[in-house]
Nanobody, 120 residues
Framework: QVELAESGGGLVQPGGSLRLSCAFS????????MGWYRQAPGKQRELVST???????FYEDSVQGRFTISRDHAKNTVYLQMNSLKPEDTAVYYCNARGILYTARGSTYWGQGTQVTVSS
């Protein structure tokens, strides 16, 4: 069983920065592609960024160049560094683990979400 715990959300002014963390509890952290999704009020949940165990990354167009995803295998933690934040980045951000190797293949887990609000 995998558990994901996000932290680091909050209120920030436009142009500011936040770093989200997602602590992974369970076996075989390296067997999972880790990602961040977000859901704004009245909108569907959307993919923001992903990172493989080999640190290959993907970014949604609107965050490319502003957000950086990383993972620390020693701490079983994934980070999302968010810079130059805009009001349209306001959303609940969710951590996701998608199993692709070993017995984790085909499994998906979600964190409880952390609120990010960008406002002056």
């Amino acid at each position: 069983q995998v558990e994901l715990a996000e932290s680091g959300g909050g209120l920030v002014q436009p142009g500011g920065s936040l770093r989200l963390s997602c602590a992974f509890s369970g076996r075989d952290f390296s067997a999972y592609v880790m990602g961040w999704y977000r859901q704004a009020p009245g909108k569907q949940r959307e993919l923001v960024s992903t990172i493989t165990s080999g640190s290959s990354t993907f970014y949604e167009d609107s965050v490319q160049g502003r957000f950086t995803i990383s993972r620390d295998h020693a701490k079983n933690t994934v980070y999302l560094q968010m810079n130059s934040l805009k009001p349209e980045d306001t959303a609940v951000y969710y951590c996701n683990a998608r199993g692709i190797l070993y017995t984790a293949r085909g499994s998906t887990y979600w964190g409880q979400g952390t609120q990010v609000t960008v406002s002056s």
